[in-house]
């Protein structure tokens, strides 16, 4: 049963029920922000330095470091806004934004066999709009931009084809009480859904579930409270469906919620030292289908560490060290 309602992030969307569990999704996506399209994520870096920005990649097969790429010099005046596969040739690519109020150009940097970038321009951004998470919406294998104006209470999604904007759809959202989160393929139907949270202390989190016609069924997922920060959206048991990942920094934990469209089929939560570690990125960095999390000290030094949780699919990790990196400028590029 589909009716109107007036409640969530926007009533201008349909409520519909959760639908029920079902044993594996129709679809698998492939590794996400992966360099090299062996079917393993990577790291992206990011770094300034004076006037500049460089990024660079760490090419992985779980905890080990493969090959280092980079870095590259980012379009002057311009930072990462996102990394997805934006011409689907399984290769992570970058969005560049420059955000000066008299050149806001969104920049497509492709990513090449070598591990270079060729720059493409898309387009010109008007005032107010900025990008707030790369997914694939349409589920043609190509990642999509999703563009927030809080100040207007607007959200927008682009359909992407390399540098090329293939479509668009805007809608009116209640940003003064609800925030977007993040973005995944709950229901692993292979289209993206967008994930909101109310500021009250208990949210509620709704999740927009994407339809084949473009638009959103909204669903309520249920409570979260407020000691808890989203951190990522990953597929933890390796069902085709993404998964949310939260920390806790008065609880001191790691919690995880094993998802079926709106359906929470799992809640688990691990103690973690959440004064000195944070969650660098997510992915599957040993591409065994399962996700796994990536961790670093805290501290801006450097000889910072990075650790891979490797995800067992069950909601337990086998923790590895990975490397020491130079945390002073150095950060990881988190896709969220």
Known sequence: ????????????????????????AAATRPAKDDANADGRSDITWFRVRGADSEVAHWRMNGATVLQTTG????????????????DGDRRVDQLWF????????????????????????????GAGWAPNAIEDINGDGKSDIVWVDRARGLIAYWLMNGASVLDSRLYTVDTNNYDFLGTGDFDGDGRGDLLWLGRSTRGPLYMWRGRPDGHFDQLLVGDLSIAFQF?????????????????????????????????VQQRGSIPIDRDNYAIAATGDFDGDGKGDVMWTTKAREATASLYLWRGRGDGTFDSQFVAYYDH???MTLQNR
């Open 71 to 86: 870095p590259t010099l980012v379009k002057p005046g311009s930072g990462p806004a996102g990394n997805g596969d934006f």
């Open 1 to 24: 049963m589909v009716k109107a309602v007036a409640f969530g992030p926007s009533d201008a969307l349909e409520m519909s029920a959760a639908q029920a569990a079902t044993p594996f």
């Open 231 to 263: 951190d990522s959206a990953t597929d933890l048991n390796g069902d085709g469906r993404s998964d949310l990942i939260f920390t806790s920094y008065s609880g001191r934990s790691f919690s995880y919620w094993l998802m079926n469209g709106a359906a």
């Open 328 to 330: 002073t400028t150095w």
């Open 98 to 125: 420059n955000l000066s109020e008299d050149n806001r150009q969104l920049t497509l940097a492709r990513q090449n066999e070598t591990g270079g970038f060729e720059q493409t321009y898309i387009a010109a951004i």
